[in-house]
């Protein structure tokens, strides 16, 4: 088992298989990086799964593929069935801006996959091309809907910015509700690789938005999850992550391994230790004791709450939000 010095058990780690983007989102990676890391030096499937197994071994119970835009990454649902077949329980799940799902669904499905969780910031053409610069709702619906004709369980991500889809917030969870897909609101974490006039919102804000229109009871937490979950009178459940919220990090279970290797033990600080080395040169041990030292030094808490904080150096796209 893996336990950190604030006594929290580490279960979850989040893959990130490129941090390469066929978007731009204005809050991630509003141009495109000066440079890409370079092929040569991303992990293989191979090589990420072994250090995966390691993950397993050592008590990992959940992980979840991310980016940049993992469907990006060629072949993904081989990685994913290497995942699934070492460890059919370990609960897997991957986050995608859904732009290639279309193609990609079945396959993911057949390879193991069950849960997904799709960026959806705008129902309005205009608006989703302005946060994304590129045309893309149209091909992100038509993802989602071939995700669930698949029997893909489609969780929705939404990062409410003022001015720009702040007057979306009832119609996105109208949307999710009319699927029966949750919708969680991710307060936007300032950074230093977004664009610098974004100005997010804060779950108070959000509450009041959706309690002009319905009643909800606060649910509070389900589990270790960074959602603050509400319900409506009609029982439909929506989320909240809020981690501008002082507490936000005292149940966080996570680390997150970038594409080339290296293990994070949270995601708004720069630390980092790679097990690249060690994994290309097949030595698990090694990369069993740089996990274990990465998740002792897992820090108490995010500075997104601190007003003097500066913005994280972390970019999104990298570790994989
Ligand atoms: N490309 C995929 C996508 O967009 O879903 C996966 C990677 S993306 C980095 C993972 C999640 O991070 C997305 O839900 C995205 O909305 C969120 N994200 C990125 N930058 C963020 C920011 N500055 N604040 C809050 N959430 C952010
Ligand atoms: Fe790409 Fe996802 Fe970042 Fe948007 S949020 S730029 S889709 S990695």
Redesign the pocket.
């Known amino acids: 088992m893996l336990i950190d010095s604030f006594d929290r058990t580490v279960d979850y780690l989040r893959v990130s298989v490129t941090e390469r ?1 066929n ?1 731009r ?1 204005q ?2 990676m509003p141009e495109k990086p000066f440079s890409w890391v370079p092929k040569e030096n991303l992990l293989s499937f191979e090589e990420l799964f072994a250090f995966i197994r390691v993950a397993i071994d050592e008590g990992v119970k959940k992980i979840r593929i ?5 469907l990006l990454r060629e072949n993904l649902d081989v990685f994913v069935k290497m995942i699934h077949d070492y460890e059919p329980d370990v609960d897997l799940a991957m ?3 859904a732009y290639l799902l279309k193609g990609a669904a079945q396959k993911l499905y057949d390879a193991g996959l069950r849960r997904i ?3 959806v910031d705008s129902l309005k053409p205009a608006v989703a091309e302005k946060i994304a610069q590129k045309d893309v709702l149209k091909q992100v619906l038509a993802g989602i809907e071939k995700a669930r004709s698949v029997g893909l369980r489609v969780k929705v ?1 939404m ?1 409410p910015m003022k001015g720009v889809n702040d007057n979306e917030i009832l119609d996105i969870l109208e949307y999710c509700k009319a699927r029966g897909m949750t919708v969680r609101f ?4 300032e ?1 230093v690789h ?1 664009h610098s006039d974004i100005e997010g919102m804060q779950s108070e804000e959000l509450l009041d938005i959706i309690g002009s229109r319905y009643a909800f009871e606060d649910e509070g937490f389900d589990g270790h999850s960074p959602s603050h979950y509400y319900k409506l009178a009609d029982g439909y459940e929506f989320g909240i992550i809020e981690p501008h919220k002082d507490d936000f990090c005292k149940k966080c279970n996570r680390i997150r391994m970038t594409a080339e290797g290296h293990l994070i033990p949270c995601l708004y600080f720069d630390e980092a230790m790679s097990i690249k080395d060690a994994v290309k040169r097949g030595d698990i041990k090694t990369a069993a004791l740089i996990l274990k030292e990465v998740v002792k030094n897992k820090p108490e808490k995010n500075r997104w709450s601190d007003p003097d904080g500066e913005h994280s150096k972390r970019a ?2 990298e570790t ?2």
């Open positions: 983007c978007f989102c809050y991630c991310t980016g940049g835009e993992p986050t995608t801006n969780n799709v960026s991500n990062v991710i307060e936007y974490m950074n977004a999104f796209y994989g939000g």
